[in-house]
């Protein structure tokens, strides 16, 4: 997708669907505005009249009546804009929630080597929350200030053209100039604000997955007070934003108190010149209250335009980091399900690839060349820093190499019409199962999947005999972390979600790391055996099950220095009889 389509993706998509919404939330709006400037006016009125002291009680009879019609239809209409405004700004943050979830989860190696956790953190919780302040807070009250405004200069341009235009003034002070000024002010001091916050995401997210580093070493009250340093910028910047603020407010009310005033010389003059009637005097004098009000509530919107612009570009640089596949080019209200039609036969080309971290580091992969045709079994063994997780990296597209070139099918990963993740599914060291039933953990995978294929991935991963013997089968809870079942009933249920997926690629990254010699001899099995027709590519210490990989890869220092069948390795590498040898758990374990 081009830049230049990208543009408000997270704005105008939403825009038709929910217009009649915004016109109903926009036009609640102004009736309680309205309602509320009603109240205040027939309340001005009926004391002025009571004190006239009216020569019968019907003449004061309708204004009290008005007076409680405005009251009660204040309330009320203010509940139904607010009620409106929350589900339709919801709704839209949910589907903003959902695309970002799309987007990011088929790509998620791709995007955790350009952006940190912290930063995933910051637009999940912060800047997918402006954009839904953006609707409740700025533009739908904005609106109905902008449609007030028009009202009450025609309004008083029927009975003073001068007057109008001096209150049109007043009120476009507060509207358009005020914010601009504020807008100016503030922005630099906005954008602070938003980078401290951010350190202080990615700092949080440290502090969750490393507190038992910084605790083992003894250093925590380092880490706090670093924290704390950090902390201690982003409420300074706070403290200058809110130092402005009240400032402005002061301001604000300094205009609405001139704009009072001059409705007081103005009324007066009018009554005075028979104009309008006496009891109009402290009706329109008391208007002015809830209209000010209004108006002084939205001269802060534009403060916050900022940070809803700082929003929009860092979701829009994920858009553009992201290789978008045909399952997410849409509309926001038309999401699929399935996952995109897969290929049935792959094959995977290494050509003399090479790649480094950064300039100054050494090469972690060297020179490296591999021919994977669709069936083809390869693990791909070595020392821990041999350059085995790059290797797989670069596999699954999170990384580019350096030099050299990965295909798939004669084509370059990063030229191919979907992400070569679509074709390929991982099952790790510590696959994570949620909080809930067997049967939704397996569908994460595939939605679209039914009963029977369902049930056949279940089967294919030997889990069927264990999920009858259960009382729920597959709708058993698995409890957080799926800490219900076994290391090895884990395993079988993160092999059936990615058979589920039916891609022709499976990426075996230490899944078998932690288990006891006959569950990692069972568990093997069951994988061999389910995954057969499939390229199995297989990182692994151990050499338990190793004679059934058809390629066998030994990485040292990022290079290749064993390659071949497990036969043709103990015949000519003595180092690889003496790690079998030491590493072949007993059979009768």
Not at 67 to 80: D, M
Request: aromatic share 8%; charged share 20%.
């Amino acid at each position: 997708m081009k830049p230049d389509t990208m543009k408000e993706r997270w704005l105008s998509p939403y825009l038709r669907p929910f217009f009649g919404s915004f016109l109903l939330i926009v036009g609640l709006g102004v009736c309680t505005l309205a309602a509320a400037a009603a109240l205040t006016f027939t309340s001005g009125y009926l004391i002025s009249k009571a004190a006239l002291r009216p020569e019968n009680i019907l003449m004061v009879y309708v204004p009290i009546v008005a007076v409680r019609t405005f009251g009660i239809s204040k309330a009320v209409l203010h509940y139904v804009e607010r009620l409106a405004g929350h589900h339709t700004a919801l709704r839209i943050l949910s589907l903003m929630r959902v695309r970002l979830y799309r987007m990011v989860e088929p790509h998620a190696l791709n995007f955790f080597t350009k952006f940190k956790t912290g930063d995933l953190l910051g637009i999940l919780s912060d800047d997918i929350e402006q954009l839904q302040h953006l609707y409740l807070r700025t533009l739908f009250p904005s609106a109905a200030a902008l449609i007030l405004y028009g009202v009450i200069t025609v309004a008083l341009g029927t009975m003073d053209i001068s007057f109008a235009f001096l209150i049109a003034i007043y009120l476009g002070s507060l509207l358009y100039i005020m914010p601009l000024i504020s807008l100016l002010l503030t922005k630099k001091r906005q954008n602070q604000l938003q980078h401290h916050r951010g350190l202080l995401y990615q700092k949080l997210t440290d502090a969750i997955m490393g507190m038992a580093d910084w605790t083992g070493s003894g250093r925590q009250k380092d880490f706090i007070e670093s924290y704390e340093a950090d902390e201690r910028r982003a409420a300074e910047a706070d403290q200058a934003l809110r130092r402005w603020e009240r400032w402005r407010t002061l301001l604000g009310q300094w205009i609405a108190g001139i704009a009072l005033l001059s409705v007081v010389i103005w009324a007066n003059s009018q009554v005075s010149g028979q104009h309008i009637p006496v009891t109009w005097l402290a009706a329109l004098v008391l208007v002015v209250y809830p209209i000010m009000d209004i108006f002084l509530s939205v001269m802060s919107a534009a403060d916050k335009l900022p940070q809803y612009k700082n929003a929009l570009v860092r979701l829009q640089a994920i858009d553009k980091s992201m290789l978008l596949s045909s399952d997410y080019n849409q509309d926001a209200t038309q999401l699929k399900d399935g996952l995109p039609a897969s290929l049935d036969y792959i094959h995977i080309q290494l050509d003399n690839i090479s790649f480094q971290y950064d300039q100054a580091a050494s090469w972690t992969v060297k020179k490296l060349s591999l021919d994977i045709p669709q069936g083809k079994k390869i693990a791909v063994i070595g020392r821990s820093g041999a350059g085995k997780s790059t290797l797989l990296k670069l596999l699954l597209g999170a990384l580019q190499p350096s030099t050299g070139m990965i295909s798939v099918n004669g084509i370059k990963i990063n030229s191919l019409d979907q992400p070569v993740q679509q074709y390929i599914a991982v099952l790790n060291q510590n696959p994570y199962l949620f909080d809930t039933t067997v049967a939704n953990n397996i569908r994460l995978s595939n939605r679209a999947a039914n009963e029977k294929q369902l049930q056949q991935a279940m089967e294919q991963a030997q889990l069927t005999r264990l999920l009858q013997g259960l009382p729920l089968a597959e709708q058993t809870m698995m409890h957080e972390a799926g800490k219900r079942f076994s290391g090895g009933e884990r395993q079988r249920v993160a092999l059936a979600r990615i058979l589920l997926q039916q891609r022709p690629v499976v990426l075996l990254d230490e899944p078998t790391l932690g288990l006891d010699p006959r569950t990692e001899r069972e568990l093997l099995s069951t994988l061999f055996q389910a995954l057969e027709g499939k390229t199995i590519i297989w990182v692994t210490h151990h050499l338990v099950g190793i004679e059934q990989m058809d390629e066998i890869v030994c990485m040292d220092d990022g290079e290749i220095v064993m390659r071949g069948t497990h036969q043709q390795l103990l015949q000519s590498y003595p180092r690889y009889r003496k790690l079998y040898a030491l590493d072949k758990p007993p059979m009768h374990a």
